[in-house]
C-alpha cells in the first residue's frame, strides 16, 4: 500500500510540472515555439525570421489594392524579402 501511494504522489508531481510547463509556454506570448504565418493568398503565406520576410507556397498572393495588406502590420520588422519557389504572382 505505501510503495502504490508513493508512485501515485510521484506520478501526480510529474503531471502537475509538465502541466504547468505546457500552460506556462502555450500562454507565453514571447515563447512561441511555432512560426506565425501571415495569410497572403489561398495557398499562399508569409514568415518572418531573423528581419526577412520568406514568402511560401503555391498559387497567388491576393490583391490588396482596395484594402490594406497584412503586412502592413509587419513593416518595420523585415529588412529583405525571399520568394520560394511555387509561388507564381507577387501583389504589392
Not at 511560401?56 to 490588396?64: A, Q, V
Request: hydrophobic share 45%; net charge negative.
Amino acid at each position: 500500500m505505501f510503495k502504490a501511494k508513493r508512485r501515485c504522489v510521484k506520478t501526480a508531481m510529474i503531471l502537475s510540472v509538465v502541466l504547468f510547463w505546457i500552460l506556462w509556454v502555450g500562454s507565453s506570448e514571447g515563447y512561441a515555439t511555432e512560426q506565425e504565418k501571415i495569410a497572403l493568398g489561398d495557398n499562399v503565406y508569409g514568415e518572418i525570421e531573423n528581419q526577412t520576410l520568406l514568402i511560401k507556397g503555391t498559387g497567388s498572393m491576393w490583391n490588396y489594392v482596395s484594402e490594406e495588406s497584412p503586412l502592413a502590420a509587419f513593416q518595420n520588422e523585415f529588412t529583405e524579402v525571399f520568394v520560394k519557389e511555387g509561388v507564381t504572382t507577387i501583389i504589392a
